[in-house]
């Protein structure tokens, strides 16, 4: 199912609420098209405020982003591998997040109780390959963050050995 209620709005249609995201994305529904207008993009989150930074895909906007990560931020987590973001952020701010891996790793047994998703539908070829090729520097960016996060966690991991 799509979520159709982001951002505070709402489905004026009821055709919408039972439709799976293979088919929002076949049907070139607006909701599933990746387009500035339609999305909240993290790479045009870490681009600014430029208005080339607005650009569907552009790729002023990825360089601006990926600068801005090098040169704004010590440390950019990635979801999907959240232990590997807690664990890099308490050795380059543990100021602030000592123990945070710790108390995760305690809590992880509710919370993944409360996040999983068992009813994850299959997703075929076709349509992820229709999505990357709408969101490509934008998983370009994703892809940078995420490289970037496994450099630190090696270099934090080398300097504890």
């Given amino acids: 199912m799509v979520n159709f209620t982001r951002a505070g709005g709402g489905c004026d249609q009821v055709v919408y609420i039972n439709m799976d995201f293979s088919t929002c994305v076949l049907q070139n529904y ?10 909240w993009s993290q790479m045009m989150f870490f681009c600014g405020m430029d208005k080339r930074c607005n650009e569907k ?58 996040n999983k998703n068992e009813g994850k539908p299959k997703i075929s070829e076709e349509v992820k390959e229709l999505v990357r090729n709408q969101m490509g520097n934008e998983i370009k960016f994703y892809e940078f963050c995420k490289q970037r996060l496994h450099r630190q966690a090696e270099f934090t991991r080398g300097l504890s050995h």
């Fill in 30 to 39: 607006d909701e599933c098209r990746f387009e500035p207008e339609n999305a």
């Fill in 57 to 114: 895909n552009g790729e002023w906007a990825l360089n601006r982003a990926m600068e801005n990560v090098d040169k704004y931020y010590s440390v950019v987590g990635v979801l999907e591998e959240l232990d590997l973001s807690l664990e890099v952020f308490e050795a380059y701010i543990p100021r602030v997040f000592a123990g945070a891996k710790e108390t995760y790793v305690k809590a992880e047994e509710k919370l993944g109780i409360i």
